[in-house]
């Protein structure tokens, strides 16, 4: 979706004078004349640097390919004297198993998986470095612990640590941090998390090697750090909360930006993650540009680039890409090498020094695909001064962000909490923005509670309680997010009203006082949770002889705001539901039962996996049998109303919502 609340966020000029990327031949021609060549100076370097590799050991065709796409293009500096390595950002292995006619095991962080990885990066001719990403701790079935995976990774890959640090050039280091925690994650095990180890190297690194001594520091991470300003899914990452480093780590979230705004000698910073191409205007973001230009980000003196897949299987938008970094102690520049279209080499940008504080980024040529990409524009995030901040009336602390209109996919708008919080509505969710950065946090409420209703904020503190200096916000170059979510703030409540039936609902916030929902925990703990649900359900297919019986499960901390706990039943859930429902059913319940296993009959024959989902088109196949009347339109907005968290699957939940709609 276009942004229509900002101007301009990236600079723009005429490419420098730094070379071009031609391909193979880069050195050759720059460095050679005839049948002599130049030595190359001491700052001169080549980065290959992959994206998610996602190895599968079935579908090596593409690994095999764009391997042959970047041998010519480091022979061509290897060969002259240039310094050059790889660089992995991780996620090495596929994350399921590779013979599921053998076995169920994981393949992603077993000991197979780092060797098969081991072998291919050390198959290009060069030294390669590696750091780890969510999956490479996964070898669940192998590993019983993080510490035992982490050392097999360490082992396998001849690393001492999880961090790696490497002078590339004069007075020029290649650095990296590598996620420690997948069964341990307090949360969802899909986030990227740099212990504090190696967060406290990583500063006492960039402070030792300062810009006005000359030097500079590319970093390398599987997630970018919040403040990037990349391109995230919000429909994916945000909503799940593993955009970022450290996503949930409050503080430690926010380290990583505040060392690149602290430390100049930070140039560049690579990540992964997305498994999204590099096509896009904010594939790559630059530092701190003019006020003039447009919103003003600081990030320092630090470039970030997303980096794409090699492999066809793990590409969410078809891209095949990876990326290509050459330097000197003149500046750098950001390629593009696009497996997809036969190892092309595309420059995407380069970027000047100017002095050791300062540098010119500018974007490349323009390219055809990108201007013919639909797809090129940024994703909107909230930005200090753009046209959908919604401000506040004097000391009044009750806004209406939606200006009396009901949620819709169109609807966008943020604003500030008295506590400092920041919130906002964009693509039909409620979600919260980090004070510091306005980058998303997290899903609050989804497009399923949320559409429809009206959001309002009021007041619902006592007036005895109130602080006259809540919701601060900073002009302080580089504090222009305005973080003050530790401040004591006015009390206020956030309500979704559905004026259709006169129901309020209050969005209660975290303990914390944050309000995004850590709804997924690790994979260890929902693994566990769906075995005891298995569980529950074969005692009770054994003793009410019946083929499936429904089975629900509850969960803390909290259902309600009482202050004794005289009840622990979940309303709708595991209390009063099924009485009501018996009172409903009344004598249409036979009725009902033959609807029902018509229904779970009909799943049953279109999921011929048994993988217990739909595809769209098998949907559409099966709603046109049930119904030949049924038109093309209606089908699609019944399997887009059904299909609630947008994976682009239908669970049997789903299904019996447009079922019941044929």
Not at 37 to 54: N, Q, R, S, W, Y
Request: charged share 25%; proline share 4%; glycine share 8%.
């Amino acid at each position: 979706m276009h942004n229509p609340c900002s101007g301009a966020n990236y600079l723009r000029a005429s490419p420098s004078s730094f070379r071009a990327a031609d391909g193979t031949s880069f050195y050759a021609d720059k460095l050679c004349e005839e049948e002599e060549c130049e030595l190359p100076a001491e700052d001169e370097f080549t980065v290959a640097i992959l994206g998610d590799l996602h190895l599968d050991p079935r579908y090596m065709e593409d690994y095999h390919e764009g391997r042959k796409h970047f041998e010519p293009i480091i022979n061509d500096a290897v060969t002259r004297g240039v310094n050059a390595c790889l660089v992995s950002l991780g996620d090495l292995g596929e994350s399921k198993s590779v013979r599921p006619d053998e076995t169920a095991e994981l393949f992603a962080g077993t000991s197979e998986c780092h060797e098969l990885a081991a072998d291919y990066l050390s198959s290009f001719g060069v030294d390669y470095e590696v750091i780890g990403g969510n999956h490479d701790l996964e070898g669940i079935d192998e590993f019983a612990t993080d510490e035992a995976n982490l050392e097999a990774f360490l082992r396998i890959h001849g690393k001492p640590t999880p961090q790696f640090s490497r002078q590339i050039a004069e007075k020029t280091l290649l650095v990296g941090l590598g996620s420690t925690i997948f069964r341990a994650a307090k949360y969802t095990s899909h986030e990227v998390t740099i212990d504090d180890a190696q967060i406290a190297w990583f500063e006492a690194l960039v402070t030792e090697h300062p810009a006005e001594d000359g030097w500079k520091i590319f970093v390398f991470t599987h997630a970018p750090p919040i403040g990037s300003g990349l391109r995230v899914l919000q429909e994916n990452h945000v909503v799940n909360g593993c955009c970022w480093l450290n996503h949930s780590g409050g503080p430690t979230t926010r380290k990583f930006i505040e060392l690149v705004r602290k430390h100049r000698c930070v140039k560049a910073w690579f990540s992964g993650h997305f498994h999204l191409g590099q096509d896009y205007e904010d594939s790559i973001t630059f530092p701190t540009i003019p006020r003039e230009l447009g919103p003003y980000p600081n990030r320092g003196s630090c470039v970030f680039a997303q980096t794409s897949v090699m492999r066809a299987g793990t590409s969410r938008d078809k891209r095949r890409q990876s990326r290509l970094l050459r330097g000197n102690k003149d500046g750098f520049e950001i390629c593009t090498v696009n497996h997809a279209a036969g190892g092309t080499v595309r420059l995407d940008a380069t970027i000047t020094y100017t002095d050791s504080n300062h540098e010119i980024g500018a974007y490349a040529h323009e390219h055809a695909e990108l201007t013919d990409n639909v797809n090129f524009v940024k994703v909107y995030s909230p930005s200090e001064g753009d046209e959908c901040y919604i401000e506040y009336d004097g000391d009044d602390l009750s806004i209406d962000p939606i200006k009396g209109n009901c949620v819709g996919d169109d609807t966008i708008a943020w604003w500030y909490m008295s506590s400092g919080h920041v919130l906002g509505v964009y693509d039909g969710r409620l979600i919260e923005y980090c004070p510091s950065t306005l980058a998303p946090l997290g899903l609050v409420v989804g497009p399923d509670e949320l559409q429809g209703k009206r959001v309002l904020v009021v007041g619902s503190g006592l007036q005895e309680c109130r602080v006259d200096n809540a919701a601060r916000i900073s002009v302080q170059e580089g504090m222009e997010g305005a973080d003050c979510a530790d401040s004591e703030g006015e009390e206020q409540a956030v309500l979704l009203v559905d004026d259709a039936s006169g129901a309020v609902t209050v969005v209660q916030p975290n303990e914390d006082g944050s309000y995004w929902r850590k709804i997924v925990r690790n994979k260890m703990i929902r693994m566990k949770e769906k075995r005891r649900e298995q569980a529950a359900a074969a005692y009770a297919r054994a003793t009410f002889e019946v083929e499936s019986a429904p089975v629900v499960s509850s969960w803390g901390p909290y259902t309600s705001i009482v202050g004794t706990a005289k009840t622990t039943g979940v309303p709708g859930l595991t209390k009063e539901a099924s009485r009501q429902w018996s009172t409903l059913s009344g004598s249409k319940m036979g009725e009902w039962k033959v609807v029902g296993q018509q229904i779970k009959k009909t799943f049953a024959e279109i999921d011929q996996d048994h993988s217990g989902f739909l595809d769209k088109t098998e949907l559409r196949q099966a709603i046109t049998a049930l119904d030949p009347t049924c038109s093309d339109t209606t089908i699609s907005e019944m399997i887009s109303s059904a299909d609630s968290d947008g994976d682009g699957k239908i669970a049997m939940d789903e299904f019996v919502k447009i079922m019941l709609n044929v």
